[in-house]
């Protein structure tokens, strides 16, 4: 009964996933000791950071947070470093493991850090003739006011091979924000036609039923799924080719059957998308442009 009143939803983030770490403690259950407070900046601050450590010479403050769980786990996001850590590890254990782990933090760090930049000079400059990815293609977009009378907003030709252009109603005098409005609208468009279709067409061969679709926006989640077969996508999951896109309809299609990423589910992923692992590679590592 309980099952049924509670609501599970699994959200999966593509940040750098976390590494746990198996950890062997003696059994030293005293007092837990009051959590640092590490004054900021450091080279690599997380937002909430509390714990500072001195990795290699560069200063790396962590968010520190103390569970239910048997190991110390470390997990690099675009914020930093977080570290969590069974309740009755002692501190200079938690110190000893991080500087242990120092290499893979600061690579992983290092890594984000040059994602996000790479992220930030692809921002979108809106104007005629600005190109983005759709469905893994290129895709020019031109102000065309020829078409200014139309309904549909924006219609979309093939060019050359491999090629689109995308005519948008607007007049020449159009400011960048109408244009990128105009062209969110048609990718949100596309984005609900394409979900619906590859929903249908996964759901079978899973032996699963879904609700209801909504699209998202949030920065890094590609999508999540609730028990009661509600599923939310990122509506610029578009800009991917559509293997990989398929992947993350599958993803939370599979969570309508497993709810969680134990081993079961990943089983339930392979069953339907053999190569999951390089689509969820491609997914993390292919920046889409900034919007
Ligand atoms: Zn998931």
């Given at each position: 009964m309980m099952q049924r009143l509670l609501q599970f939803t699994f959200d999966f983030f593509e940040s750098a996933p976390a590494a746990p770490t198996t950890h062997s403690a003696g059994v030293d259950k005293s007092s837990p000791q009051p959590v640092q407070q590490v004054?900021?900046?450091?080279?690599?601050?997380?937002?909430?950071?509390?714990?500072?450590?001195?990795?290699?010479?560069?200063?790396v403050a962590y968010?520190?947070?103390?569970?239910?769980?048997?190991?110390?786990?470390?997990?690099?996001?675009?914020?930093?470093?977080?570290?969590?850590?069974?309740?009755?590890?002692?501190l200079y254990e938690i110190d000893k493991a991080v500087l242990e782990k120092s290499d893979w933090i600061l690579k992983k760090l290092q890594q984000t850090r040059e994602r996000h930049a790479r992220l930030e000079s692809a921002r979108i400059d809106w104007k005629d003739g600005v190109t983005l990815p759709f469905l893994g293609q290129m895709m020019t977009v031109l102000i065309d006011p020829h078409h200014a009378f139309g309904n549909a907003g924006a219609e979309l030709k093939p060019s050359a091979a491999?090629?689109?252009?995308?005519?948008?109603?607007?007049?020449?005098?159009?400011?960048?924000e109408q244009l990128r409005d105009a062209v969110q609208a048609w990718l949100m468009r596309q984005a609900r036609r394409i979900f619906t279709e590859r929903l249908d067409h996964?759901?079978?061969?899973?032996?699963?039923?879904?609700?209801?679709?909504?699209?998202?926006?949030?920065?890094?989640?590609?999508?999540?799924?609730?028990?009661?077969?509600?599923?939310?996508?990122?509506?610029?999951?578009?800009?991917?080719?559509?293997?990989?896109?398929?992947?993350?309809?599958?993803?939370?299609?599979?969570?309508?059957?497993?709810?969680?990423?134990?081993?079961?589910?990943?089983?339930?992923?392979?069953?339907?998308?053999?190569?999951?692992?390089?689509?969820?590679?491609?997914?993390?590592?292919?920046?889409?442009?900034?919007?």
């Amino acid at each position: 009964m309980m099952q049924r009143l509670l609501q599970f939803t699994f959200d999966f983030f593509e940040s750098a996933p976390a590494a746990p770490t198996t950890h062997s403690a003696g059994v030293d259950k005293s007092s837990p000791q009051p959590v640092q407070q590490v004054p900021a900046p450091a080279s690599f601050a997380h937002p909430r950071a509390t714990r500072q450590a001195m990795l290699d010479g560069i200063p790396v403050a962590y968010a520190f947070k103390r569970g239910k769980r048997r190991t110390i786990g470390f997990s690099v996001c675009a914020d930093g470093l977080a570290v969590s850590a069974p309740k009755w590890v002692p501190l200079y254990e938690i110190d000893k493991a991080v500087l242990e782990k120092s290499d893979w933090i600061l690579k992983k760090l290092q890594q984000t850090r040059e994602r996000h930049a790479r992220l930030e000079s692809a921002r979108i400059d809106w104007k005629d003739g600005v190109t983005l990815p759709f469905l893994g293609q290129m895709m020019t977009v031109l102000i065309d006011p020829h078409h200014a009378f139309g309904n549909a907003g924006a219609e979309l030709k093939p060019s050359a091979a491999e090629a689109l252009t995308l005519h948008v109603s607007l007049p020449h005098s159009a400011t960048p924000e109408q244009l990128r409005d105009a062209v969110q609208a048609w990718l949100m468009r596309q984005a609900r036609r394409i979900f619906t279709e590859r929903l249908d067409h996964f759901s079978p061969p899973l032996g699963v039923r879904w609700r209801k679709l909504s699209l998202s926006s949030a920065g890094t989640r590609w999508g999540s799924a609730s028990a009661d077969g509600a599923i939310r996508l990122n509506w610029r999951l578009v800009h991917f080719k559509l293997p990989v896109l398929d992947y993350v309809v599958v993803h939370e299609l599979s969570h309508l059957r497993v709810m969680d990423h134990s081993p079961r589910f990943w089983d339930t992923v392979r069953e339907v998308v053999p190569d999951y692992a390089q689509l969820r590679g491609q997914l993390r590592d292919e920046g889409i442009p900034r919007w």
